[in-house]
């Protein structure tokens, strides 16, 4: 028996997952925007595994049979949260799932290699190689043993940075005022301190209206002088501004960023701008979390989560 259609966005390899877990639906998968408007008006549920399609109020207006919206992301600042709680359609994000995703690791392993990839300078020596050259002394790189890291965000996330550093032999720093039970392994400081002494800053916050713009031009210009900054968590967080000026006039030593303020639609972008001519500027295209293994697993749990809001069995 069809229940109504479910609208899956997301790599075309995990369309099999959705089909296997809402059989009782038809599942329909979309890429742009439209497509999305094509066919959202007949859909009772949406899975997103994409974040490449912005669901603002008139979108979500046109959607008259949605009954639940499913990501399978923490975040979706992309979804106008309030045009969906007006028509009473739960949002169902993977924030706050933390027993479930305690083991997923994709994103703290990227922030890590955005770390290393603005440590030792990989990016410009990789096209100093592929332009035809191979002189090493122009790439010297950190020894991140006896290094300081300082975590923002000490949540799952940022406890796999901590292990990282620790097994990098970093001193590892770490604030987090919302974190009820303070880990093992991290020094717990004010942000001040944290900003002021760490050689290495890696952002890991989860979104909130609140928290929005929380590393400010101010912040930025108290971090170390050389400190290399690493934002996975969302670029509204952060004055990118702020950012590309630090960087221009070499208060910051690089930037690993994997997540920007307006994305996907970015350009003309500052940072995006400013990684054309600065190689110790890393922009990759929130790649994070986007392992097709792990994939496979927060997709599965975001249909389980659907179809409990839909009225078809506890997962």
């Known amino acids: ?36 408007g094509a066919v959202i008006q007949g859909c009772v549920g949406v899975i997103d595994a994409s974040m490449k399609i912005r ?8 959607a008259s049979a949605l009954r639940a919206f499913a990501t399978a992301t923490t975040g979706a600042t992309h979804i106008d949260r309030n ?9 169902l994000t993977l924030q706050g799932q933390s027993e479930f995703l305690r083991n997923i690791t994709p994103a703290a392993e990227l922030s890590w290699m955005l770390l290393m990839m603005c440590a030792r300078r990989a990016r410009a020596a990789v096209e100093h190689v592929l332009e035809g050259h191979w002189d090493r002394t122009q790439f010297p790189g950190h020894m991140l043993n006896g290094r300081s890291l300082g975590v923002i965000g000490c949540g799952r996330i940022g406890q796999w940075m901590a ?6 032999g970093m001193v590892v720093k770490g604030h987090d005022p919302a974190l009820a039970h303070w880990p093992d392994g991290i020094e717990r400081c004010e942000l001040d301190e944290v ?30 002088r050389g400190c290399i900054f690493i934002n996975t968590s969302r670029g509204e967080l952060v004055d990118e501004s702020a950012l590309r000026d630090a960087i221009l006039d070499g208060h910051l030593g690089g930037i690993g960023v994997d997540v920007l303020c307006g994305e996907p639609d970015t350009a003309g972008h500052p940072l995006v701008e400013l990684a054309k001519t600065r190689p110790n500027v890393v922009v990759t295209p929130h790649i994070g ?8 697993k927060v997709v599965r749990f975001a249909c389980a989560r659907l179809r409990s809001a839909l009225g078809e069995g506890v997962p």
């Open 195 to 224: 900003l002021g002494t760490c050689d290495f800053v890696s952002l890991h916050v989860p979104y909130s209206d609140q928290l929005r713009g929380m590393i400010g031009a101010a912040q930025v210009r108290r971090m170390k």
């Open 289 to 296: 979390g986007f392992s097709p293994d792990a994939l496979s």
């Open 83 to 91: 045009a969906l709680e007006a028509r009473g359609v739960p949002l």
């Open 55 to 62: 669901f603002d109020a008139s979108m979500i207006a046109r």
């Open 163 to 168: 292990r990282y550093g620790a097994a990098f």
């Open 1 to 36: 028996m069809n229940q109504g259609a479910i609208l899956y966005l997301g790599p075309p390899d995990v369309l099999a997952v959705v089909r296997e877990e809402l059989s009782e639906h038809s599942v329909m998968h979309a890429s742009s925007t439209e497509e999305v």
